[in-house]
């Protein structure tokens, strides 16, 4: 079974740019697509980025597109969030999970990782 392991929120401006990375266990990471998801208080989680397993493909909820890269290094099981041009609104607890890439990036494993908080201020 595959833990995930979020870390690289903070607090950041408007503007401001942080990246996020979560850490896969297990020899199986290449195995998965991957997907970020976040929750704001509140509200319910939701879809964010989604890569294929090769890193070959990548596709992005409306309200981050072009703004937000995801990217994978399979060699370091390592999956990233590169956020740019953050909002106020993209405050949230941020989540990792492998994904079906094929299936409305529907999660795969039932255990979440703890997330990583992004709080971006006015």
């Known amino acids: 079974q595959v833990q995930l392991v979020e870390s690289g929120g903070g607090l950041v401006q408007t503007g401001g740019s942080l990246r996020l990375s979560c850490a896969a266990s297990?020899?199986?990471?290449?195995?998965?697509?991957m997907g970020w998801f976040r929750q704001a208080p509140g509200k319910e989680r939701e879809f964010v980025a989604a890569?294929?397993?090769?890193?070959?493909?990548?596709d992005y909820a409306n309200s981050v597109k072009g703004r937000f890269t995801i990217s994978r290094d399979n060699a370091k099981n390592t999956v990233y969030l590169q956020m740019n041009s953050l909002k106020p609104e993209d405050t949230a607890v941020y989540y990792c999970?492998?994904?079906?890439?094929?299936?409305?990036?529907?999660?795969?494993?039932?255990?979440w990782g703890q997330g990583t908080l992004v709080t971006v201020s006015q």
């Open positions: 999970n492998a994904v079906n890439y094929y299936s409305n990036y529907s999660v795969l494993l039932d255990a």
């Open positions: 297990g020899r199986t990471f290449s195995s998965y697509a």
């Open positions: 890569i294929n397993r090769r890193g070959s493909s990548t």
